[in-house]
């Protein structure tokens, strides 16, 4: 099957800036995904890269390297209501998601 | 727009007793529908997917099953609840082609 890896733990101060790392296996990739899950919640999508760079969305930018199998989510100006899980998921070409074991980011005051 | 529900939001059963969790999604026509399941502290496992009606594919083997009776409602069923069935229950689902999937609320179960 196909590997997803990250980080299982972060912390980061409020108003730090944190970049959670997210690496895949490249054979097959069809786009990648960062989702955001508060406790207790379902997934909200964050953000969608499928061709190499960045993606600014507010205080969230995600950047993608399909050489590299390499992805990262950059959240600025933290808040305390960032702290969350945030999980890698990568679309492979006839194969459903495959999500990352997820990274729990905690921001401290 | 599309919205998507989970019921019940929570559950708590006895090993050995059967299971039906429904999930329905609005605003949309056939979409591809998923189930999840998230231990505490683990990633998210696949279990089953859809991308029609009576179209089921199973990820792993397990003593559960789904059903899609319509379009728009995704049924995932267990005839003998297991301790290790105990999770949370998340529904996806996913305009075919788009490569974006949206979740339900979830459920939580939990097998005593």
């Known amino acids: 099957g196909q590997n997803i890896d990250q980080p299982t733990e972060m912390t980061a101060t409020e108003g730090a800036i944190v970049q959670i790392n997210c690496t895949y296996q490249?054979?097959?990739?069809?786009?990648l995904f960062w989702y955001q899950q508060h406790a207790g919640e379902a997934p909200t999508f964050l953000s969608y890269?499928?061709?190499?760079g960045l993606e600014e969305k507010g205080r969230f930018s995600s950047f993608l390297s399909r050489s590299k199998g390499y992805s990262y989510l950059l959240l600025k100006e933290l808040q305390m209501k960032d702290s969350a899980s945030y999980l890698c998921?990568?679309?492979?070409?006839?194969?459903?998601?495959?999500f990352g074991p997820g990274t729990r980011l905690s921001v401290l005051p | 727009s599309q919205t998507i529900h989970q019921w019940p939001a929570t559950l708590v059963q006895p090993v050995g007793s059967p299971l039906s969790l429904e999930c329905t999604v609005e605003?949309?026509?056939?979409?591809?529908l998923y189930w999840y399941r998230q231990a505490a502290g683990r990633g998210l496992q696949l279990l089953f997917y859809?991308?029609?009606?009576?179209?089921i594919s199973s990820e792993v083997p397990q003593n559960l099953s789904a059903s899609r009776p319509q379009d728009r409602q995704f049924i995932l069923s267990s005839k003998k609840l297991l301790l290790s069935d105990s999770g949370f229950y998340l529904c996806?689902?996913?305009?075919?082609?788009?490569?974006?999937?949206?979740f339900g609320p979830g459920t939580r179960l939990t097998v005593l």
């Open positions: 490249t054979s097959g990739f069809n786009g």
């Open positions: 859809s991308v029609g009606i009576g179209q």
């Open positions: 890269n499928v061709l190499d």
């Open positions: 605003g949309t026509s056939n979409p591809n």
């Open positions: 996806a689902w996913e305009l075919a082609g788009a490569n974006e999937q949206f």
């Open positions: 998921a990568v679309a492979f070409y006839g194969q459903n998601f495959v």
